[in-house]
C-alpha cells in the first residue's frame, strides 16, 4: 500500500461509499413553500385573516383552584403567609402570579417570586380573565375565603 487513504488489503475490493441525506429539521410543506409543517398547519386552520391564537388565561378563582399543596408551600415560604392569610390585598394577586409564572416559564420559587414583584401589578392583572360577577380578579380571594376578611 502506497497510499495513505488505502485501508484495504491487497486483494480485497474497495468498500461502496454510500452518502446519506442529511436531516432537516424544518421539513417545508410539499408545495415548495418554505412554512415549516407547524405554521403551516396553524395558518391553514386559523385562515388568512386571523392572528394566531393565544393560550386561554385562567380567572384568579381559576388559578387558586389549581393550586397544588407544593404550591401552596411555595406562597407560604416565599410571602410568609398562605393565600387565604394574604387576604384580598395586591400581594395575594402577586402569590398567584408567582405560580403561574412559575408554571409557564418552569422556574424556581425564588425566581418566579422575583418576576412577580419585578411586574406592575397591571402586569399581574393582565396574566388573568376577569372574573364574571364583578370583573376583579382580587373578588376570587373572597370568593375563597368564603367571603370572609382574614383577622388582621
Known amino acids: ?22 436531516y432537516d429539521p424544518t421539513p417545508t410543506v410539499p408545495s415548495g413553500t418554505a412554512l415549516p409543517l407547524e405554521q403551516a398547519a396553524a395558518v391553514a386552520l386559523a385562515g ?20 397544588t399543596g407544593y404550591d401552596e408551600l ?10 387565604v392569610a394574604l387576604g384580598e390585598t395586591t400581594l395575594a394577586m402577586r402569590a398567584v402570579a408567582m405560580i403561574l409564572i412559575k408554571r409557564d416559564q418552569q422556574l424556581d420559587d425564588t425566581r418566579a417570586y422575583r418576576a412577580a414583584m419585578s411586574m406592575r401589578f397591571a402586569e399581574v392583572m393582565d396574566l388573568f380573565t376577569p372574573e364574571d360577577d364583578e370583573g376583579d380578579p382580587a373578588a376570587a380571594l373572597s370568593a375563597v375565603m368564603g367571603g370572609k376578611a382574614p383577622s388582621a
Open 1 to 22: 500500500m502506497t497510499t495513505h487513504d488505502q485501508h484495504q488489503p491487497a486483494g480485497y475490493p474497495a468498500a461502496p461509499t454510500t452518502v446519506l441525506p442529511t
Open 48 to 67: 388568512d385573516d386571523l392572528p394566531p391564537a393565544e393560550p386561554a388565561k385562567p380567572t384568579a378563582s381559576e388559578a387558586i383552584a389549581s393550586f
Open 74 to 83: 411555595a406562597v407560604e415560604r416565599t410571602f410568609g403567609k398562605d393565600i
